[in-house]
């Protein structure tokens, strides 16, 4: 009842955290537009994007380890538990001393590299330093944060996430307001945001882990080597990802120019957002199946990974269908009519299976930048090939690749995922065929319109996965979780 309960105000943190993510994006993208232009704000997720590149370098390191923080803890092995996270500490200091000098001086020529509006060079390397500093303030971040993660206290770690999201955006209007705006004052948020969250981070690591302590001589350079012997797959894992889902950005630049990169970095808002409230829903799922693998448990992993498999799809099937179907008149509404032409791993990790899964996923990102760079060009679908390329790759691994090896590693049948993932899909399409043909009859040109129209077809959804999707014991826990929330916040273990 206890993991239920924590599960309940983990999942209603993490979708209140998406729900402000999403108010933000709302009002924050327009506003920047409207004081930037959109060739200068196209600058902001680019810097966001490469900076992404440089988290590499940590990769190796701390992917792997809240595998084996979580089941030290798990396990009451308090000497194992600090040896982890002090190798780990230490070894994310180091990383950030040799790296960031490099990273200033590269900073200060990127605008070579890129296309940028005339004029804003200096700004976009002022902008590169910031963004990267706020990168680094979060690697040095990631051994604190790990412990909401291992606690499984998520409701804790989004509550600083909210904070500092709006502590992020309240420092670049505070700005804007006392200067004229310049596009690396967006970089000026990003660090203090990102100072904040360390704060943050250190008080919850404190109240929840007590048993852990800094001491720098607990770093122990054989367990260096087997976190990085698990995280060395991994790195080959995420250059696979970023040539997934953040290569689009730099080919657009390069391609079309900084006014085509800013558009399409606005819209892209939209899917950053819809990949986060995955993230952030499967990541609630992590640290039991962790402690179920740890445990030997694999009746209950099994049950209890099919049952996440479901959650995740029924929750994101909506909000997928909503922003599909509404997609011109969202866009419309939301940066008006310039941009309708727009609108067209747990398991693995727990099981320490990653090396197929980092193959395959690295030989897809360098399949996406060759069918991107493709359809963009010699086939001449501009900035919608971009698009497609990410859309046919993505969708053939996590649809096809991901769902097979998952219960293949679990000794199950092949067809065990797909049978909780092919009926989400076609729900989506559902959802988003009903929204387009909503959107469409009635021409939606305003919020109230949008409001109006997507609460409509939320309810129904609602009532069809409450009524006919979900078993007895799923629907005690929504009622639960509409009981409960908003989530209990304490610092209570």
Same mark, same amino acid.
């Given at each position: ?6 599960f309940? @105000?983990?999942?209603?943190a993490?979708?209140?955290?998406f729900?402000?993510?999403v108010?933000? $994006? ?5 506003y920047?537009?409207?004081h930037?232009?959109?060739?200068a ?7 966001t994007s490469?900076?992404? /590149?440089?988290g590499?370098a940590t990769?190796t ?5 809240? #595998? ?8 009451q092995e ?6 982890i ?8 200091v ?8 490099p990273?200033?001086?590269?900073? !200060?020529?990127?605008g070579v590299w890129?296309?940028?509006? =005339? ?7 002022w902008? *590169?330093?910031?963004?990267? &500093?706020s ?15 291992c ?5 804790l770690s989004?509550?600083?996430?909210i904070?500092?999201?709006l502590?992020r ?13 310049q ?5 000026i948020?990003a660090?203090v945001a $990102?100072?904040?969250?360390m704060?943050g981070? %250190?008080v919850?690591? !404190? ?8 001491? =720098? ?5 054989a367990t ?7 995280g ?8 696979g990802?970023?040539l ?5 950005? %730099? ?8 006014? @085509?990169g ?12 819809? #990949?986060?409230l995955? /993230? ?5 799922f992590?640290p039991?199946?962790?402690?179920l693998?740890?445990r030997?448990?694999t009746?209950?992993l099994?049950r ?19 922003? &599909?179907g ?12 310039a ?8 398991i693995r990790?727990?099981?320490?299976k990653?090396?197929?899964?980092a ?13 991107a760079?493709?359809?963009?060009? =010699? ?7 971009v698009a ?12 096809? *690749? ?6 293949h590693i679990?000794?199950l049948?092949h067809?065990?995922?797909? #049978?909780?993932?092919? =009926?989400?899909? &076609? ?5 988003a @065929?009903a ?8 021409? %939606?040109h ?5 409001v109006?129209?997507?609460?409509g077809v ?9 009524a006919l999707?979900?078993t007895?014991?799923? #629907?005690e ?5 509409l009981r409960?929330?908003?989530?209990r ?5």
């Open positions: 009842m206890k993991e239920r309960s924590q309940v @105000a983990n999942l209603s993490n979708l209140l955290s729900a402000v993510s108010l933000i $994006a709302v009002w924050y993208t327009p920047l537009i409207r930037l232009g959109v060739g704000y196209g600058l902001i997720p680019l810097a490469i900076t992404f /590149y440089f590499l990769i390191l701390n992917a792997a380890v809240g #595998r084996f923080l979580t089941i030290a803890l798990d396990q308090s000497e194992d538990a600090n040896r996270f002090n190798t780990a500490l230490v070894g994310n180091i990383i950030v001393c040799l790296l960031f000098a990273a200033i001086v590269a900073s !200060w020529y990127v890129f296309n940028t509006p =005339p004029g804003y060079e200096r700004a976009l390397s902008l *590169f330093v910031c963004i990267i &500093c990168s680094f303030v979060t690697m040095l971040n990631s051994s604190f944060s790990l412990a909401s993660f606690r499984n206290r998520f409701d989004n509550t600083i996430n904070a500092s999201n502590i955006i309240s420092t670049v209007v505070v700005l804007f307001n006392c200067f004229v705006p596009v690396w004052h967006v970089g948020g660090v $990102a100072l904040f969250s704060l981070s %250190i919850i690591w !404190w109240h929840l882990t007590p048993m852990l302590q800094i001491q =720098p001589r607990s770093f122990d350079v260096l080597r087997n976190l990085t012997s698990l060395g797959w991994l790195l080959v894992s995420e250059v990802s970023l997934l889902i953040s290569i689009d950005l %730099i080919v657009v630049n390069k391609l079309f120019g900084a006014e @085509a800013g558009r399409y970095g606005a819209i892209l808002q939209w899917s950053f957002l819809l #990949r986060s995955a /993230y952030v829903i499967a990541g609630v992590g039991t199946i962790f402690m693998y740890g030997q448990d009746t209950g099994v209890y990974s099919q049952q996440a498999v479901k959650i995740l799809g029924l929750t994101i099937a909506l909000p997928i269908g909503l922003v &599909c509404f997609s011109s008149s969202l866009l419309h509404v939301w940066l008006g009519a941009f309708v032409s727009l609108g067209l791993f747990n990790l727990a099981a320490k990653v090396c197929v899964p193959i395959v996923t690295c030989l897809s990102g360098v399949v996406n930048l060759g069918l760079l493709l359809l963009a060009g =010699p086939v001449g679908w501009g900035m919608y090939g497609a390329a990410g859309a046919i790759v993505l969708t053939g691994v996590n649809l096809i *690749f991901y769902p097979w090896y998952s219960a679990l000794g049948s067809d065990s995922f797909f #049978r909780g993932t092919l =009926p989400n899909i &076609c729900i989506a399409l559902g959802v @065929a929204c387009w043909g909503i959107s469409h009859y009635l021409q %939606i305003s919020w109230l319109g949008l109006l129209c997507g609460g939320a309810i129904a959804y609602s009532a069809y996965v409450y999707a979900l007895e014991g799923e #629907r826990t929504v009622l639960t979780l409960t929330f908003p989530a916040f304490s610092f209570v273990a």
